[in-house]
């Protein structure tokens, strides 16, 4: 069984930074695309990065340019780096693969707001 624990979340004021991480217990990253995701409340989760074994990466472009997914593989970590945040980008944050492969973490909680 695989667990997922994603932290580094809390309260940033617009324009901040912020980076998330994301460990996995029972599994490694190796032959996965991994994947950050976001949900609001009352709204569908979001796809936000993405991050081949190889480090190949993809980006939504409400985040292009401001967020960098990185991944450890040998260490089962990944990292979501979050620059000028905006109130819009206020929710909580997984991780899984890119196909939900694993089971869901309580994800953390971003706030941004002055």
């Known amino acids: 069984q695989v667990q997922l624990v994603e932290s580094g979340g809390g309260l940033v004021q617009p324009g901040g930074s912020l980076t998330l991480s994301c460990g996995a217990s029972?599994?490694?990253?190796?032959?996965?695309?991994m994947a950050w995701y976001r949900q609001v409340p009352g709204k569908q989760r979001e796809l936000l990065a993405t991050?081949?074994?190889?480090?190949?990466?993809w980006y939504a472009d409400s985040v292009k340019g401001r967020f960098t997914i990185s991944s450890d593989n040998a260490e089962n970590m990944m990292y979501l780096q979050m620059n000028s945040l905006k109130p819009e980008d206020t929710a909580v944050y997984y991780c899984n693969t890119d196909r939900y492969q694993l089971s869901w973490g309580q994800g953390t909680r971003v706030t941004v707001s002055s």
């Open positions: 991050i081949t074994d190889g480090g190949r990466t």
């Open positions: 029972g599994t490694v990253f190796r032959g996965y695309v």
